[in-house]
């Protein structure tokens, strides 16, 4: 069992910041990919930004330049900095790992955290 434990959302204005960090724990042998993903309701999850084993990165085109991925390998966690946030980054944050859980399986399995509020107000 893998449980993705996130923090850092809440309130700010246009123009402020906020850190969201993303812990991973349990039967965890090795984590692949790390990412965050956001959603409004309405619409469907998109990807924020993913940081691989080897530190390589993607973000989506709307972040770019301004949010910033960032993980810790020995601690198996995620960190996004969000800078310069607007209205329209308004939505629940979650997180998500593909982990495998045994050296046995070379397969990694998804996982996702609970989701965390982020609210951009004009």
């Known amino acids: 069992q893998v449980n993705l434990v996130e923090s850092g959302g809440g309130l700010v204005q246009a123009g402020g910041s906020l850190r969201l960090s993303c812990v991973a724990s349990?039967?965890?042998?090795?984590?692949?990919?790390m990412g965050w993903y956001r959603q409004v309701p309405g619409k469907q999850r998109e990807l924020v930004a993913i940081?691989?084993?080897?530190?390589?990165?993607k973000y989506a085109d709307s972040v770019k330049g301004r949010f910033t991925i960032s993980r810790d390998n020995a601690e198996n966690t995620v960190v996004l900095q969000m800078e310069s946030l607007n209205p329209g980054d308004t939505a629940v944050y979650y997180c998500?790992?593909?982990?495998?859980?045994?050296?046995?399986?070379?397969?990694?399995?998804?996982?996702w955290g609970q989701g965390t509020q982020v609210t951009v107000s004009s």
């Open positions: 940081i691989v084993n080897d530190g390589n990165t």
């Open positions: 349990g039967s965890i042998f090795s984590v692949v990919n």
């Open positions: 998500q790992a593909d982990i495998r859980s045994s050296k046995l399986n070379p397969f990694a399995s998804r996982y």
